[in-house]
């Protein structure tokens, strides 16, 4: 079956723009991780959401940063007047349920570059 | 706290066994292991959890001790599908964050 989708692969956008991520996860998951991986660093959490309940959203670094999940499947990943520091590549993740024991599926990742 | 993971790389030829660390100063619930290869997405290995229970793939071995706070991942007789940078996320409290290492480097030769 289909993976989990992003997109786009690539994204160059002026510092000051606002820019959106999709991410399509795989069917019938109902968890949904965005995560920011900066070059040559591990994986920083930013926000998970589960079914139709409100997101933990403890992990975005400012308030630039917001994320929706529509009908318990797409979400997009929205950072507002982008700065420099913003450049990383964001991965989506998708898992069965919520809990410690589940496996996270992850995308292809968006890379953004801020110039 | 992002967790320790050791060695930073590691460069084997094939055939060899290596063992990449993890270490939190936090008490932990979950463990969590994912490799990455270059430009793709972290693929999943295995999950440990607190009280013994592991989940992940046949061929991969690891442990978990609980009262030290750290993970190790045993790779043994390594093929060249193993290079990649290997990453453990740390989960603490059961709250479904994993906080993650800075990954092991791991070059695999002919």
């Known amino acids: 079956g289909a993976g989990v989708s992003q997109s786009p692969s690539n994204k160059v956008t002026e510092k000051g723009k606002d820019v959106e991520l999709r991410c399509d996860p795989i069917?019938?998951?109902?968890?949904l991780y965005w995560y920011r991986q900066s070059l040559g660093q591990g994986l920083e959490f930013l926000i998970y959401?589960?079914?139709?309940?409100?997101?933990?959203k403890s992990g975005l670094p400012s308030d630039r940063f917001s994320a929706e999940r529509t009908g318990g499947s797409v979400s997009t990943l929205t950072i507002q007047r982008t700065q420099q520091e913003d450049s990383a590549v964001y991965l989506c993740?998708?898992?069965?349920?919520?809990?410690?024991?589940?496996?996270?599926?992850f995308g292809p990742g968006t890379r953004l570059t801020v110039t | 706290q992002q967790p320790v993971q050791s060695p930073q790389a590691v460069i084997l030829r094939e055939g060899e066994d290596a063992v990449i660390n993890c270490s939190s100063s936090?008490?932990?619930?979950?463990v969590h292991w994912y490799r990455q290869k270059h430009g793709e997405a972290p693929v999943f290995l295995m999950i440990?959890?607190?009280g013994g229970e592991q989940k992940g793939h046949e061929k991969i071995s690891a442990s978990f001790n609980e009262k030290k706070q750290q993970s190790s991942l045993y790779l043994t007789a390594s093929q060249l599908s193993y290079s990649g940078t290997y990453f453990c996320?740390?989960?603490?409290?059961?709250?479904?964050?994993?906080?993650w290492g800075a990954g092991t480097k791991l070059i695999i030769k002919p």
């Open positions: 996320g740390t989960e603490g409290n059961s709250n479904y964050q994993l906080i």
């Open positions: 936090k008490a932990l619930y979950s």
């Open positions: 440990l959890l607190k």
């Open positions: 069917s019938g998951h109902t968890a």
């Open positions: 959401f589960q079914g139709n309940s409100a997101p933990d």
């Open positions: 993740a998708s898992s069965l349920a919520l809990g410690s024991a589940y496996e996270q599926y």
